[in-house]
């Protein structure tokens, strides 16, 4: 009997041991995404989507998401570290397709690391509003976004608007500003993807909505 109990706690020890290094496994380092966030930002350069600055820039914020994860490991990586750590790469890669796909202009859009402007401070949700306007409306008048598109996009951005206001009630933290960052992230996201789905508005459809 003590050498069934024996081999079975050794079985249950092993399975445990597959199923962290398993797990483990599953989650990639930041380190292992290098290679490809480089490749991408070297292909923007190369076709002129991506200035000098821009990629400088862009590298660099990859670098404080790997410092990070030194500091994160110090004390062991924590799943909530993980995910802190795969929201900050998300933020970063669909800043670089923005960059690639969006030439900046002197007034052009706010960007960069924790999005700031150019005088270090955070860009509040209000002040990014005309932006995320004139890009709506931009694409509504070349017909690139129909009716329905932009009625939901502006939508979308009150209601991150109204989440500002109400972490603004007890002061915004760093946390609650990173996490409208990335909800803005999305949005703009949103906003290029609606923009190049082929869908428009009042060009060979009999100018309807197709949605």
Same mark, same amino acid.
């Given at each position: 009997m003590k050498t069934i109990a024996r081999l079975s706690l050794i079985a249950a020890s092993a399975l445990a041991m597959t199923a962290g290094a398993a797990q483990a496994q599953g989650w990639t380092p930041i380190n292992a995404r290098q290679a490809s966030l480089d490749d991408r930002i070297d292909a923007g350069v190369r076709s002129g989507d991506l200035s000098r600055e821009e990629a400088i820039r862009l590298r660099g914020e990859f670098r404080q998401i790997q410092a990070l994860e030194a500091r994160y490991r110090s004390g062991g990586l924590s %799943?909530?570290?993980?995910? %802190?750590?795969?929201?900050r790469m998300d933020a970063l890669s669909i800043r670089v397709s923005s960059e690639r796909t969006d030439r900046q202009t002197g007034s052009g859009w706010y960007g960069g690391r924790g999005w700031t402007d150019q005088r270090g401070e955070w860009v509040s949700i209000n002040r990014r509003q005309d932006q995320l306007d004139r890009r709506i409306e931009a694409g509504y008048r070349s017909g690139r976004l129909t009716p329905r598109?932009?009625?939901?996009?502006?939508?979308?951005? $009150?209601?991150?608007?109204?989440?500002?206001?109400?972490?603004?009630? $007890?002061?915004?933290?760093?946390?609650?500003?990173?996490?409208? %960052?990335?909800?803005? %992230?999305?949005?703009a996201a949103n906003l290029r993807e609606e923009a190049r789905d082929g869908q428009r508005y009042?060009?060979?459809?009999?100018?309807?909505d197709r949605r």
């Open positions: %799943d909530w570290e993980r995910r %802190d750590l795969d929201r598109e932009a009625t939901r996009l502006r939508a979308e951005f $009150n209601a991150l608007e109204k989440l500002e206001a109400r972490y603004r009630v $007890n002061g915004l933290s760093g946390r609650e500003r990173a996490d409208l %960052d990335q909800r803005f %992230d999305r949005l009042g060009y060979g459809y009999g100018g309807y």
